[in-house]
């Protein structure tokens, strides 16, 4: 029935289990996805899209190691934004609209295309652990299946129970039970845990709605992509979302079913992610607010289904339903399904180490909600790594860890095992403080040659990495070396409001100015004749007038990265007795002890330990 003994077991098939699974499989490792449903693997249980504010930066990291999220973006978006073009490229982040049925079966597809792993439908109900190592997984059925790592994904469905109003049951997910058992033998083996909640908007019949009275929203005129690979194409078609607003008059009708609401009845006691509130929590919030967007977002290219974004809820369905038909647009609308909450455990992520293997049981990886994370995108990119290094302990390989200059993932999981958190956490680009250098424009430049090392990026992805960046490379070196006549450019500052030159410069001086672009620097004779000579596709072209007029700010973070780095050297010794420096303070000792960093830099980012700490800690250490 089953191997005798698989490299990697993962237990869920999400966004996480399923990055985790192939992963390890691409790796070589003999890997069972284990899932209570295999009708649902990867599916988009909340909103129908990827990307959006720094998370799709992190699908774009993904793409450059050799996942799938990316890819399967690609294959099943109806509609593509680039976020935050107003501002600097930095803040620029991809979001595709999904078409929810094609992106759960195009991970399928891929998932059953791919060597080395087997599928199981049924619920893992504890673990087999002996002598502080995973030795396996118990199933429902009573069956033990042996493994040498373990990779736990179990989204909401740890003792989850769903919330509507007064009334409440157990479930994972609408329609699907919860997984029980896990929970507590972990408890009994020392682990830490918590309980968070999180929410869902109503699904409603497009049919119903009046699109004549709400604000359209188009995607892109000219659509990119996620995926760095040639064969993914942009849309060459998309569909539209809308846009309307709520009122006072559609707030109290809310604030009618206060007395009946989880949140407020104290029957929820978990908290839910801040950053994507519920609509009762927003409006009680704030209260000062006369109306909220909602974003009236397609389920797929064909189905009629439409996701509420903004009207996450868990109100008793009667008043779900009163208050969204006083919408505009909304006035005959049809509910396919009502919203509701959710709560579930989770467990702190101050138990990991940084390549997700718990502290406490050798070859148990955590990844995605069971951490405390709240979305799609750091899901995946939690199983990703987990599922990489799952497969790297097993080919007794050394352990793969992004820094925080490396990768938003890197921040991620450094934000995660260090800090921990109390809230569902969700990645922002502030989060970061070398967002210059982790771009979603380079996200190849940064990882694909690991990837590439790990066994998970093709050679095809690598190459075409090295031929970007040879020619983007090449075209700097142009504009630094290649000089302009006032007659040639002047014409063009003028046209932008820009002081003229009275003598021949450099391009990449001119280029430098704030408000001159590629599109004006291609009006330069010498400019245009070297990209039709290259053939420079739009990917080199905004490559390069980035690394140009952002150069300063990229020297800097580069350098304030490579000060960080040397922090990382002073390496921390596992066993160090933080209570035998006196020097330190109280809290400083009892937050390391807990934590037990890796080295200083890691120390240095810990709630509590002060400049003085780190100062008192790099004088023994170097002793």
Same mark, same amino acid.
């Given at each position: ?9 993962v237990?869920g098939?999400?966004h ?13 490792s003999?890997t ?17 899209a990827?990307g ?13 190691l050799g ?5 399967v ?5 109806i509609?593509f934004?680039?976020?935050n ?7 620029w ?10 992106f759960?079966?195009?991970?399928r ?6 060597e080395n792993?087997?599928f ?22 009573g069956?033990?299946?042996k493994?040498?790592?373990v ?17 409440n049951?157990?479930g994972?997910r609408?329609?699907?039970s919860?997984?029980t058992?896990i929970?507590?033998?972990l ?5 830490e845990s918590?309980?968070m909640?999180t929410?869902t ?14 604000i359209i929203q188009?995607?892109?005129e000219h659509p ?7 064969a993914m194409?942009?849309?060459s078609?998309?569909r539209?979302?809308?846009m ?10 809310l ?7 989880p949140m ?13 509130p519920?609509?009762?929590?927003k ?7 006369d109306?909220?967007q ?9 189905t009629?289904e439409v ?7 868990s109100?008793?369905?009667?008043v779900?339903?009163?208050a969204?038909r ?5 006035e005959?609308?049809?509910?396919f399904?009502?919203?509701y909450a959710?709560?579930y455990?989770?467990f ?5 180490k ?6 406490i ?5 955590f990844?995605?909600?069971?951490n405390?994370?709240t979305g ?20 007794e390989?050394?352990e793969?860890i992004l820094?925080?200059?490396e990768?938003?993932?890197g ?6 095992i260090?800090k921990? =958190? ?9 989060r970061?403080?070398?967002?210059t250098?982790l ?6 430049f940064?990882?694909?040659?690991v990837g590439?090392?790990?066994?998970l ?9 090295e ?6 490379d090449?075209?700097?070196r142009?504009f630094q ?10 014409p063009?500052?003028?046209?932008k409001n820009s002081?003229?030159v ?8 001119i ?12 009006q330069v ?8 000579e290259?053939?420079?596709?739009k990917d080199?072209?905004?490559?390069t ?9 990229i020297?800097?973070e580069k350098?304030?990265?490579d ?5 990382d050297?002073?390496k ?9 420096? =006196? ?9 390391l ?6 080295n200083?830099?890691?120390?240095s ?6 400049p003085s700490?780190?100062?008192v800690?790099?004088?023994?250490l170097?002793?």
């Amino acid at each position: 029935m089953f191997e005798n003994e698989y490299d990697v077991i993962v237990v869920g098939a999400g966004h996480a289990g399923s990055e985790a699974a192939a992963a390890a499989a691409n790796m070589g490792s003999k890997t069972l996805l284990v899932t209570m449903n295999l009708q649902n693997i990867a599916q988009m249980s909340c909103n129908p899209a990827m990307g959006g504010i720094a998370k799709g930066q992190i699908v774009r990291e993904i793409d450059a190691l050799g996942g799938y999220s990316g890819i399967v973006t690609d294959k099943s978006a109806i509609q593509f934004k680039m976020l935050n073009k107003s501002k600097g490229p930095a803040m620029w982040s991809p979001r595709a609209q999904s078409d929810r049925m094609r992106f759960a079966e195009e991970w399928r597809l891929m998932l059953e295309a791919t060597e080395n792993l087997d599928f199981y439908q049924e619920m893992v109900r504890g673990l087999i652990i002996e002598g502080g190592k995973i030795k396996g997984v118990k199933t429902s059925l009573g069956l033990e299946i042996k493994a040498k790592t373990v990779v736990l994904t179990n989204g909401t469905f740890l003792n989850g129970l769903i919330h509507i109003g007064d009334k409440n049951f157990g479930g994972g997910r609408a329609g699907e039970s919860a997984a029980t058992g896990i929970t507590e033998e972990l408890v009994a083996l020392g682990f830490e845990s918590g309980r968070m909640k999180t929410g869902t908007p109503p699904r409603v019949d497009g049919r119903s709605l009046d699109y004549s009275k709400m604000i359209i929203q188009p995607g892109d005129e000219h659509p990119d992509k996620f995926s760095y690979l040639k064969a993914m194409k942009p849309l060459s078609e998309q569909r539209a979302c809308h846009m309307t607003y709520t009122s006072t008059l559609v707030h109290d009708l809310l604030r009618e079913g206060f007395d009946r609401s989880p949140m407020f009845n104290g029957r929820i006691q978990s908290l839910g992610p801040r950053y994507c509130p519920s609509i009762e929590d927003k409006i009680n919030r704030f209260a000062d607010k006369d109306r909220h967007q909602l974003f009236v977002e397609p389920e797929g290219w064909n189905t009629c289904e439409v996701y509420v974004n903004g009207f996450s809820t868990s109100l008793p369905e009667d008043v779900q339903f009163k208050a969204l038909r006083s919408v505009v647009g909304f006035e005959n609308v049809k509910f396919f399904r009502p919203g509701y909450a959710i709560e579930y455990d989770y467990f702190p992520p101050t138990q990991l180490k940084h390549t997700l293997e718990t502290k406490i049981v050798e070859g148990l990886f955590f990844a995605g909600q069971i951490n405390g994370t709240t979305g799609y995108e750091e899901a995946a990119s939690q199983g990703l790594m987990a599922g990489i290094n799952a497969a790297l302990k097993v080919q007794e390989r050394d352990e793969f860890i992004l820094k925080r200059n490396e990768a938003y993932i890197g921040v991620l999981i450094d934000d995660l095992i260090t800090k921990g =958190t109390e809230e569902p956490y969700r990645m922002f680009t502030s989060r970061a403080e070398y967002r210059t250098l982790l771009r979603q424009d380079n996200a190849d430049f940064r990882l694909t040659p690991v990837g590439h090392k790990l066994g998970l990026a093709s050679l095809e992805r690598l190459k075409a990495m090295e031929h970007k960046k040879n020619n983007s490379d090449a075209f700097i070196r142009f504009f630094q070396e290649t000089s302009v006549k006032p007659d040639e450019i002047n014409p063009v500052l003028e046209a932008k409001n820009s002081a003229k030159v009275k003598q021949q410069d450099k391009m990449f001086k001119i280029f430098s100015r704030p408000n001159i672009s590629m599109d004006d620097m291609k009006q330069v004779a010498s400019v245009s004749q070297f990209i039709e000579e290259h053939k420079l596709d739009k990917d080199v072209l905004e490559q390069t007038e980035v690394q140009i007029k952002y150069a300063g700010y990229i020297n800097k973070e580069k350098s304030n990265a490579d000060k960080l780095n040397n922090l990382d050297r002073v390496k921390i010794p596992a066993s160090f007795e933080y209570n035998s420096l =006196t020097n330190l303070s109280l809290e400083a000792r009892q937050k390391l002890s807990k934590i037990r960093p890796v080295n200083l830099s890691q120390a240095s980012r810990i709630s509590g330990v002060s400049p003085s700490d780190i100062s008192v800690m790099l004088v023994y250490l170097n002793r």
